[in-house]
């Protein structure tokens, strides 16, 4: 079946370092693939998407690019700052319409001041 | 955007007792509604499917007739813990989709969660 590996947490990173959290899946055929984030009190938002293999999603500085060949769909953001503390989930659908998503873990990212 | 809403964000109960937990869409009708689990450190696993007016659709391995789903309108979907006890205790999030203004494949808007304990 379908799975998702996430880094493990927690990180802690000052604030303007260089952030990556890998995340690698498991999947028939073509998954959309997604990173959602989880702030303190709130419900998980939609960070960035992508949908087929090589496209790059992209939203708040973050960055990950669907890489088919390694099944990879890493997370990056050049400098991070106080406020992208939060935890974060990469998340894939193998059905067209996205019913249904296979999250990770999630990873718990701290940013210090 | 659209908002889901979770209710109680916390709760504690006592092992035998039931528990409702609510999950509204606030500014969008919701035909279909998701439930998932969360254990420490674990990942999201889906639950259930909620269906407006039509039962749920329960994935393998979840009990039924321990989760109580109920969509009863456009906007609101419940999940009741029956006869709760210690190992029931997890982290429970909705989630639901706005389907008219994307189509039918839009954005999949979560709930806040709720972090139920038994005692």
């Known amino acids: 079946g379908d799975s998702v590996t996430q880094m493990e947490g927690p990180v802690t990173l000052s604030e303007e370092a260089f952030l990556t959290i890998n995340c690698t899946y498991t999947a028939t055929g073509y998954p959309s693939l997604f990173w959602y984030v989880q702030y303190p009190g709130e419900g998980l938002q939609l960070l960035l998407k992508a949908t087929k293999a090589d496209d790059k999603g992209s939203n708040k500085g973050f960055e990950a690019t669907y890489r088919k060949e390694t099944t990879s769909f890493h997370l990056e953001k050049g400098s991070v700052q106080v406020s992208d503390s939060a935890v974060y989930f990469c998340?894939?659908?193998?059905?067209?319409?996205?019913?249904?998503?296979?999250f990770g873990s999630g990873t718990q990212l701290t940013v210090l001041p | 955007g659209a908002v889901v809403s979770q209710h109680p964000s916390r709760v504690i109960c006592k092992s035998g007792t039931s528990v409702k937990i609510e999950c509204r869409s606030l500014d969008f009708q919701a035909t279909t509604m998701f439930w998932y689990r969360q254990f420490p450190k674990k990942s999201l696993m889906l639950m259930a499917t909620?269906?407006?007016?039509?039962?749920?659709?329960?994935e393998q391995g979840v009990e039924k007739d321990k989760f109580l789903i109920n969509h009863a309108s456009l906007t609101l979907s419940t999940l009741t813990v029956t006869s709760a006890h210690p190992e029931d205790s997890s982290f429970y999030i909705c989630?639901?989709?706005?389907?008219?203004?994307?189509?039918?494949?839009?954005?999949?808007?979560f709930g806040e969660g709720s972090r139920l304990t038994v005692l």
């Open positions: 989630s639901a989709r706005d389907y008219r203004s994307q189509g039918g494949t839009g954005e999949l808007f």
């Open positions: 909620s269906n407006e007016g039509s039962k749920a659709t329960y």
């Open positions: 998340a894939l659908s193998s059905s067209g319409s996205a019913r249904q998503l296979t």
